[in-house]
């Protein structure tokens, strides 16, 4: 069955760096978009960024963009997001999740089948 | 930016009642609107896409209909396992965007 297993989270100071991996498995994961996902404590869903099957995308949300940064190594099966500049508004739960389709390149199939079960960042002096 | 926007942010219901939640979208989605559901400590979990779609596995008490800027989400008997917070977002444009969700408590 499709895993997906979020690691690399962690308290850290903000201004600091971090890059979280979500390593895939039962599937064929360089047939699916993959995005990341976050969830403050207590709050609701942010979508974070997005990458496209081959990796030749990529699109962030505009509190993210210039400082993080998603790629995929399909020949490891794993999704990756480099955080850098860190603020404490960073602070959630992120999720892993591919896309409910294959070869999915329109924006019009971005619904998300399978979700990891997170990792939590920390961001606090 | 599509803003989403849910209401109720919370409602309170009794097993077997049918509940209706709403999602509104700042501008138009077409129909490229999802429904998931999310328990204290899980992974969201997909419901719906399309608008009206059901995902496979989920019990056809769930329904989901609207276009444009308007859509709800209905389930018809809500079941013990239903207690949950249900999100809807849109995937017609860039950024993605989730609704704030909607809490569904025992009544």
């Known amino acids: 069955q499709v895993r997906l297993v979020e690691s690399g989270g962690g308290v850290v100071q903000p201004g600091t760096s971090l890059r979280l991996s979500c390593a895939a498995s039962?599937?064929?994961?360089?047939?699916?978009?993959m995005t990341w996902v976050r969830q403050a404590p207590g709050k609701g869903l942010e979508w974070v960024a997005i990458i496209l099957y081959d990796g030749s995308n990529e699109y962030y949300a505009d509190s993210v963009k210039g400082r993080f940064t998603i790629s995929r190594d399909n020949s490891r099966n794993t999704l990756y997001l480099q955080m850098h500049s860190l603020r404490a508004e960073d602070t959630a739960v992120y999720y892993c999740?591919?896309?409910?389709?294959?070869?999915?390149?329109?924006?019009?199939?971005?619904?998300?089948?399978?979700w990891g079960q997170g990792t939590l960042v920390t961001v606090s002096s | 930016d599509i803003q989403m926007t849910q209401s109720p942010s919370t409602l309170s219901a009794s097993v077997g009642d049918r509940v209706t939640i709403t999602c509104r979208a700042s501008?138009?989605?077409?129909?490229?609107l999802a429904w998931y559901q999310q328990k204290p400590g899980k992974a969201p979990k997909l419901l719906m896409y399309k608008a009206s779609s059901l995902q496979s596995g989920v019990p056809s008490r769930f329904s989901g209909t609207g276009s444009g800027t308007e859509f709800t989400l209905s389930i018809s008997s809500l079941q013990p396992d239903d207690f949950a917070t249900y999100y809807c977002?849109?995937?017609?444009?860039?950024?993605?965007?989730f609704g704030g969700g909607t809490k569904v408590e025992i009544k």
């Open positions: 039962g599937l064929s994961f360089n047939n699916y978009v």
């Open positions: 501008q138009s989605v077409s129909s490229w």
């Open positions: 999740a591919k896309s409910a389709q294959t070869f999915c390149s329109g924006i019009d199939c971005h619904v998300f089948d399978h």
């Open positions: 977002q849109q995937y017609n444009s860039y950024p993605l965007t």
